[in-house]
């Protein structure tokens, strides 16, 4: 997983992380997004349609060994499960292909995203960093929010709780290149859901729950079998915007199975293989390109500059 080359791209992820840091605190050995969650293992098995669709190891072979690792949102690593701050959830599935060989699918618990690019990301977190609780109105994140309503409208969407991350829907945001072996280019979004159904809280049925409820649930789900998810693609049109996390395609644009994958164990904490693992939002494998989309490129240094301190620490 490589640096971007683009200098620009590092200063903004580089002030990113910095200023994620100084929204949730510095917690060395911890990732500045995300920084609660699970991993787990289980095995990947891709539906027919995914190999008409694309050429990628993990849609060609019977099947692939994945690491999951479920997150609440923030830096904060005890932030209480039924925090309104901790959602969206986080998914990010690890296909691992043989020795240093591997993709990533990440997603969250919302269609929504704050941002169209890294600079509004950065910008979004300094208004929030410069709006104290006790502050005069109108506050600098009230008046960032004013003026960009996608991050509005990310702010506003709702966000229930889940009853279990297993019981939970995800979705990738970003859009991404799907390639076939006739050469035919298919763009999607992926659509990650529970074949338990989604099952969420109130926010006062989540005020009755540990603060840790979500792995306790997981553990106990786990020790009564495997747990499910399908991974759906949403088909892109022509004229769909491909480059733009912000944008929402029709809902009746078509949507297949792409597969479907069961975890059933968790990956010891403090193992070796996992103990720094970096998610790349960047596919990096034959048979998926990324989009357009700048936030990809923005996310993957994000993600490896926080990687490498996580590593130092």
């Not at 509005?152 to 990738?172: D, N, R």
């Not at 306790?216 to 004229?239: D, M, V, Y």
């Not at 048979?287 to 936030?295: C, Q």
Request: hydrophobic share 35%; proline share 11%.
């Amino acid at each position: 997983m490589p640096f971007p080359d683009d200098e620009t791209i590092m200063k903004t992820a580089g002030a990113i992380v910095e200023q994620l840091q100084g929204v949730f605190g510095k917690h060395p050995g911890f990732r500045p997004a995300h920084a609660k969650g699970e991993l787990l293992s289980g095995t990947f098995t891709p539906s027919e349609e995914a190999k008409k669709l694309s050429i990628a190891p993990h849609f060609s072979n019977p099947s692939t060994p994945v690491w999951v690792r479920f997150s609440n949102s923030t830096g904060i690593p005890n932030i209480p499960d039924g925090d309104s701050n901790a959602d969206p959830r986080g998914i990010a599935v690890r296909f691992n292909l043989g020795p240093h060989k591997h993709t990533d699918i990440i997603a969250h618990s919302t269609p929504f995203f704050p941002a169209q690019n890294g600079e509004q990301f950065l910008g979004l977190f300094q208004a929030i960093a410069a709006s104290p609780p006790d502050g005069p109105h109108p506050t600098p994140v009230e008046l960032f929010l004013g003026s960009h309503p996608k991050a509005l409208a990310f702010i506003q969407a709702p966000k229930p709780p889940p009853v279990s991350y297993g019981t939970e829907q995800y979705w990738s945001v970003s859009a991404f290149k799907l390639l076939a072996a006739d050469g035919k280019e298919t763009h999607i979004k992926y659509h990650v859901v529970p074949d338990a159904g989604v099952s969420t809280f109130t926010a006062d049925e989540v005020k009755e729950k540990d603060p840790n409820y979500l792995s306790t649930e997981l553990k106990e789900r786990i020790a009564s079998g495997p747990i499910g998810f399908k991974i759906l693609a949403q088909i892109a049109a022509e004229g769909d915007i491909t480059n733009d996390a912000t944008e929402h395609w029709p809902e009746d644009r078509p949507v297949v199975e792409l597969g479907s994958f069961t975890i059933d164990a968790f990956v010891p904490e403090g193992d070796k293989e996992t103990k720094y693992l970096i998610m790349d939002p960047i596919p990096r494998i034959e048979g998926v390109e990324p989009s357009a989309d700048p936030l990809l490129e923005m996310r993957a240094a994000v993600y490896l500059i926080s990687g490498k301190q996580r590593r130092a620490a």
